[in-house]
């Protein structure tokens, strides 16, 4: 059933803080990211932009500096990018680490150019992040529409051990940061593999998501075939999958993980493409030494069980679900390098 989406040869080698703080005017006190997210929209500041015309209300974003207490009170010193500002609480002094990023709602009662705000609200940068992540999140889709990639390449059966082989593992072929013009076959290529599994995208989602796999690939160095393996085993190319466990996106990207690689929406397809890449690009770093295979039946696990699953059981996990995740990924990917079982 896959006979009519085979490629020529050509082609197929072009596949080539602690507890938050929140209160009223001039006490903070233990709250839920949620909840500070939810008094900045009361105050009209967009959070993680400073927004110095909503009036009193402002939000400020740095790392902690120093802290101290009064006896009736308590306040933080907050270096920012460009200045170091005092922060004015009542009650007691939150467990703040030296250089924890926060981010602080506070209102000045002059200006801000005394350099001393009175704290309204607090939160880590983290925790804040997450919760933005999981505000952002569509309703979970009961199942991907088009292609499962949950079964094998023609020719790939389930029951079979797949042999030890070289594979490329870097995109050499592609050597420019951009898709090189005249290479609109390559385009294609992957647009046509991307649309088998993605039917109901639209022709730009789908063309957003193919220029970001070329030019990422290329970007960090991956080849651009294994991280269209890995985009159809975890989500289908569907920019709007979320799983069970809250993965998002095209590459699945737990919250956390996202933050970390600095995606500040796992849903569009750039931001995810890139930080799913790059996350490739690390596991892959991990092993090297390994040879080829080795190396990438390692990465694949590592992607899928995490990092300390591998290092815990010395190689690919005895999980069932990352045993053939691994199998399923490696088959696809095999099948776009033109390989057979």
Known sequence: MYSRYAWSTPCLLALTLIPLLAAGPARAEASSATSYLAMCRQYGVASGKP???AGEAYEVR???SGLAENGAGFFLLVKTDDSTLTLTGEGAAPAFNAGMKIRALVKASSSL??????LLGLATE???ATEQLAQARPTPQAAPTG????SYPKGFAKTKTLRRRSVPLTSRSLTQTRIPSGSREVFDAYKKAVRYFNRTGSED???RIVAAVLNYSIKYQVD????MAIFAV???FKPTATSRSGAMGIGQLMPGTAADLGVRNAYDPDQNVEGAVKYIRSQLDQYQGHDDWTRLQLALASYNAGPGAVRKYNGVPPYQETQAYVKRVSSWFLHFLGQQP
């Open 62 to 64: 740095g790392a902690l």
């Open 51 to 53: 927004n110095l015309s």
């Open 126 to 128: 983290g925790d804040v």
């Open 234 to 236: 975890e989500s289908n």
């Open 147 to 150: 292609r499962a990639a949950s």
């Open 205 to 207: 989602e789908v063309n």
């Open 113 to 118: 150019s005394t350099n001393e705000l009175t």
């Open 224 to 227: 651009a075939r294994l991280v």
